[in-house]
């Protein structure tokens, strides 16, 4: 059975950090690659993160560069998302996800286009008060 476990969340100031982990189980881990998304109450889920097991490639939506960065650990099977500089507007549930080879990559496609993920796991609420 596939499972993504994400896990991390909390209540942190404005400024603050978190650092969030998904962990994996069920399929290949090298095999795919892991995306972070968000979704604040009242907007659509985006794209904030992802990473390709395989190779390491990583891409960051634009307003997430520079604070955030997404690592992995293939033994643990998990990926983490640190998340620094943390602003209110970064407030909502954190979602991983899995897309086989992430192929996006190669193909210069968005490789946070979500509909591309095969895997979701169940969210973790991230709170950033002022």
């Known amino acids: 059975e596939v499972q993504l476990q994400a896990s991390g969340g909390g209540l942190v100031q404005a400024g603050g950090s978190l650092r969030l982990s998904c962990a994996a189980s069920?399929?290949?881990?090298?095999?795919?690659?892991i995306g972070w998304f968000r979704q604040a109450p009242g907007k659509e889920r985006e794209g904030v993160a992802c990473?390709?097991?395989?190779?390491?490639?990583?891409y960051y939506a634009d307003s997430m560069k520079g604070r955030f960065t997404i690592s992995k650990n293939n033994a643990k099977k998990t990926v983490y998302l640190q998340m620094d500089s943390l602003k209110p507007e970064d407030t909502g549930v954190y979602y991983c996800a899995a897309d086989f080879l992430l192929a996006n990559f190669d193909l210069g496609s968005n490789p946070l286009y979500e509909y591309d993920y095969d895997y979701w796991g169940q969210g973790t609420q991230v709170t950033v008060s002022s």
């Open positions: 069920g399929f290949t881990f090298d095999d795919y690659g």
């Open positions: 990473i390709r097991n395989s190779d390491g490639n990583t």
